[in-house]
């Protein structure tokens, strides 16, 4: 569903603050993988998936998601294949609006936008059922302001919003670091939830090592802007905190020092 | 009454501004200074064909598409060339009263409202039906305003005029629904120049002359009545903002009359007062905030 051949990308070549971050990563996931990425401080994680979404353009390398090629698609026109939820809740809503003007956006995801009202009624009925799975409420509340809306909740209304129209890869961007530890694992719950019934191709960065393995079927450390680690099946099942640490030693020649990565 | 009425018909013309002024500052959050040339391209390019026997209707459309390449040139500017939005407005700004003597090919253009040489303006059939043509300003305007604030709300609640609120809003959502955000500053920015064009050519068909130095101030004159508007009425709804805009561009016109009519001021005083206006206008809910919050304040130190 996804082929990643070979992407290099160099930011602020030439200047003393030159950074390459992503060295030659080669990787395919199948449809309904749901790969955790995981890594230390600017391992390239991150920037993996912005280069997926189209954030910027690799120097080298391809990018094929479902068949087609969007290596050189800008931003907007790939974002037809994609679902995204972001590190800040902020980001994926639009705070000045109201939730069915924000998922009546994301339901034209990719599509033209006419001069057809935002809104056929019929879509509240559909809007409603898809807030009312997330079990807080949000279905009675249409017509409030986004930017009323705790972070975990606009979390969970991102998550809606980027699989209302089943997107050929989910992006998860460390979707639940923002939030407080209370709400960080029901957000992860509730996407996890979503995945499952939607069968959807997912990449999700995290910086907690027992997320990354307790949620989907394979893993993937990266390092220095390499993937390092590839884990999956019954390997990834049995897999545990400490093996995780001692793997990635021996597979980077580093210590694995991300401040949030051993706890949990 | 006379104050009033000519207060009512600038106030109506230049709402149509206001609106213009609101799509960029309010909707797009980016304050666009080419206003102060799309709305001189506006009344130059209407007074040049109004003055050489261009209907005037036909005048007035072509001044409302040139606005909107002053809006085009900006966006381009600002979303291609990556030019700040200020920077970009400015040097719109600067290039049109270059553009606007080249159009009017003289930097003043008398539009003669009476007489024997009195020139054919939008204002004149009304007046041909027996109006006056105080009245037939206010009434012809007011229909404009209406005709524009119906189809602009009509617009904004569109699926392209929702995209175009959220990438004011929130551009990287925007662009993560696959809109493309480039395209939508750019539209709003034409419409916005396209009825601040509007408004100057009713402007100059209105006060029967069209000068390369008219536009000066028109972007806080603009801000003027979406601040007035915003601190008097404290409504959200798009259909209620637009409203308040025009009584703000009405009110706004109305303490400009009445305090010009105070002895100590004189005409060339405009300016500082639009100025003063405007700035006090933008402190007002802080003063208000300031006066009737602070109890609650000591309460949080003491804990």
């Known amino acids: ?264 | 009454m006379l104050i009033i009425q000519g207060a009512v018909s600038l106030g109506l013309i230049f709402s149509l501004m206001a609106m213009g002024v609101y799509l960029t500052f309010r909707v797009l959050e980016m304050p666009d200074l080419s206003a102060e040339g799309s709305i001189i391209l506006g009344a130059g390019t209407a007074a040049r064909l109004v003055s050489g026997g261009v209907n005037p209707f036909f005048a007035t459309i072509i001044a409302t598409v040139v606005g909107c390449t002053a809006g085009l040139v900006t966006g381009v500017l600002h979303t291609k060339f990556k030019i700040p939005p200020i920077l970009a407005g400015i040097l719109t700004m600067v290039a049109s009263y270059s553009v606007v003597i080249r159009i009017m090919g003289t930097s003043n253009i008398p539009l003669l409202p009476h007489g024997p040489n009195r020139v054919t303006s939008v204002f004149t059939f009304l007046q041909e039906t027996g109006l006056s043509r105080q009245a037939s300003i206010i009434l012809f305007s007011a229909v404009m305003v209406v005709v524009v604030g119906v189809v602009l709300y009509c617009f904004l609640g569109t699926e392209a005029g929702s995209a175009m609120r959220a990438t004011g809003n929130n551009r990287q959502m925007v662009k993560a629904q696959g809109i493309n955000t480039d395209a939508m500053v750019i539209l709003c920015l034409m419409i916005s120049n396209g009825l601040i064009g509007l408004s100057g050519a009713l402007w100059s068909q209105q006060q029967g002359f069209a000068s390369v130095d008219m536009g000066t101030g028109t972007i806080v004159i603009g801000l003027a009545s979406v601040i007035i508007a915003e601190v008097l009425f404290r409504v959200r709804r798009v259909w209620a903002r637009l409203i308040t805009l025009v009584a703000g561009s009405i009110i706004y016109r109305m303490i400009i009359a009445l305090a010009l009519n105070l002895d100590f001021l004189s005409p060339t005083d405009l300016r500082l007062l639009t100025a003063i206006i405007v700035a006090i206008a933008l402190t007002l809910p802080l003063i208000v905030e300031k006066v009737s919050k602070p109890v609650e304040k000591t309460k949080g130190r003491r804990k």
């Open chain 1, 1 to 264: 569903m996804l082929h990643i051949e070979n992407l290099n990308k160099t930011f602020n070549p030439g200047t003393p603050i030159e950074n390459h971050v992503l060295r030659g990563v080669s990787l395919h996931l199948e449809e309904g993988d749901y790969v955790t990425l995981i890594g230390g401080n600017g391992a390239g994680k991150s920037t993996l998936l912005s280069g997926v979404a189209g954030t910027f353009l690799p120097d080298t390398g391809t990018i094929t998601i479902g068949g087609t090629e969007v290596t050189n698609l800008p931003e907007h026109r790939r974002a037809v294949y994609l679902g995204r939820v972001f590190q800040d809740p902020m980001t994926g809503t639009a705070a000045n609006m109201n939730i069915e003007e924000n998922m009546a956006l994301a339901y034209r995801r990719g599509k033209r936008r006419g001069l057809g009202w935002y809104i056929k009624s019929k879509e509240r009925e559909l809007y409603r059922e898809r807030l009312s799975t997330l079990e807080l409420g949000l279905e009675d509340r249409l017509t409030d302001k986004v930017g009323l809306l705790s972070g975990g909740q606009r979390q969970a209304l991102t998550l809606v919003m980027a699989t209302l129209k089943q997107p050929r890869v989910l992006l998860l961007d460390e979707h639940t670091a923002a939030l407080d530890p209370k709400t960080a694992p029901k957000v992860l719950a509730i996407g996890t939830k979503i995945i499952k019934e939607l069968n959807l191709t997912t990449m999700m960065v995290t910086h907690n090592m027992r997320d990354a393995i307790y949620h989907g079927n394979r893993l993937i450390m990266m390092s220095g802007g390499r993937i390092v680690l590839d884990i999956s099946g019954d390997e990834k099942q049995k897999l545990t905190v400490e093996e995780l640490v001692a793997k990635f030693s021996l597979a980077s020649d580093e210590e694995f020092t991300g401040d949030q990565a051993l706890l949990g």
